[in-house]
């Protein structure tokens, strides 16, 4: 994760940047058009050179990967593998490093504990998706160097507080995962065999109190970690954790989406392959993630209830399920239900969703981000200025064939 160089690297504070670059998402691709010399062209026998268009669509999604990079992160500090807790730590060494660092794991075993509730793996693949996202920024930004383009780098916006647990670093972060609203609609729109969000679907949510209100998906602070005289931990304590396991298929259902969506737009065929093989990676999580999410414990924390998904109800309107909602909500229904694609006509058939635009675009994964609070400052109750840096990137990807 290159810091020297890069477009919003340096010294740069970040009003500056943000008054003299405005965004300055447009200086990643300022003069490029068609990238000049050897590295214009790729290994594939089209030989076509990297466009102006093809840079955007990557350099947003570096950036879009350093955001996931830091909110896993954070979850692996608080949730990954650690000595501390038997079972957490195989074989395999936790070997995740940033910048050369190692990245302390394990720090909240009473967080961990609720974690071993979804799936007792759940630290060893929290550590994996960080280590993913890590090498996809990194990757990213030596592939657009590579190509004649500029490395990428958001830390500059890294001025959001962490959680507050003995051990966490305090440093500025790019994420906050205090206050979020986790919308869950993903649950049932893979679960429908009639509707699909490309062709104006709508989805219920699995967990409707999630999308209301603001929630915590790591603990706050060491309060959030007391266990009770039988060494219990708390209902509130699940519930953050019940919280985090529905937030990572939300994460990752939006990577899922969004590289075949961009693929579309790409003119050079080794730019395809990375998206196509990027991508690929995105939908192994979703599909992991989606699988632990189902195991929840069906319990309430004040205002927020974890409803029992496989009781025939419909948590949205309380109601019992009709035949023909009966399998929106049943968790271990996890592959992609065939349904609808391009024209009614053809029938349904098994697929990712959405993978067009608006649904499944670049401002569209930069609003599903807003909307789940990832970039809420607490001290003012607004987003960071990152968020008018990732719609500026998302606005040039999106356009990319139109443009340029």
């Known amino acids: 994760m290159k810091k020297d160089g890069t477009v919003f690297g340096g010294r740069k504070n970040r009003r500056s940047f943000l008054k003299n670059g405005m965004v300055a998402a447009g200086a990643v691709t300022a003069g490029m ?19 102006k268009g093809d840079i955007a669509i990557l350099t947003f999604l570096s ?15 608080l949730g990954g593998p650690t000595d501390s807790v038997p079972g957490t730590q195989g074989l395999s060494p936790t070997d995740l490093v940033l910048n050369g660092k190692k990245i302390v794991t394990g720090l909240a075993p009473a967080y961990i504990t609720g974690l071993f509730q979804l799936d007792g793996d759940m630290p060893q693949y929290i550590a994996d998706n960080t280590d993913d996202e890590i090498s996809h920024h990194a990757f990213l930004n030596n592939y657009l160097e590579s190509k004649g383009g500029q490395a990428i780098d958001l830390s500059a916006f890294a001025i959001l507080p962490p959680s507050r647990v003995t051990g966490v670093p305090q440093h500025g972060r790019l994420t906050n ?10 649950w049932t729109r893979y679960r429908s065999d009639a509707q699909n969000p490309d062709l104006g679907g ?29 060494g219990n931990i708390s209902n509130h304590l699940q519930a953050i954790a019940n919280t985090a396991g529905f937030h ?5 259902q939006g990577g899922t989406s969004l590289y075949p969506t961009l693929a579309q737009k790409v003119t050079n065929l080794e730019v395809l392959r990375v998206l196509l093989s990027i991508g690929g990676s995105e939908i192994m999580h ?32 309380g109601g019992a399920s009709t035949p023909a ?6 968790t271990n229904l996890i592959m992609p239900e065939p349904t609808i694609f391009l024209h009614q006509k053809l029938g349904p058939v098994s697929i990712i969703r959405p993978t067009g635009e608006p649904a499944g675009g670049a401002m569209g994964a930069v609003q599903s ?9 607490p001290a003012t109750n607004k987003n960071t200025g990152i968020v008018a840096v990732l719609r500026r990137l998302a606005e040039e990807a999106d356009e990319a064939r139109r443009r340029f």
């Open 248 to 252: 990572f298929a939300f994460i990752e």
């Open 369 to 377: 981000f807003v909307d789940d609070g990832l970039f809420l400052d």
């Open 202 to 230: 709508t989805f219920e949510n699995a967990v409707p109190d999630l999308a209301k209100g603001q929630h915590p998906a790591i603990p706050v602070s060491d309060d959030d970690l007391l266990l009770d005289k039988d």
């Open 63 to 77: 950036a879009l990967e350093q955001v996931e990079a830091d909110l896993w992160i954070q979850y692996a500090e």
């Open 177 to 186: 995962l205090k206050q979020l609203s986790v919308d869950t609609s993903w």
């Open 325 to 330: 909602n009966a399998d929106l909500f049943q």
């Open 286 to 317: 979703f599909q992991t993630w989606q699988d632990k999410a189902g195991n929840a414990p069906h319990i309430t924390d004040g205002d927020l209830s974890f409803p029992d998904l496989n009781s025939g109800v419909d948590p949205n309107s």
């Open 33 to 51: 058009g068609l990238v000049s010399g050897s590295a214009a062209f790729a290994d594939g026998e089209d030989r076509a050179p990297v466009t």
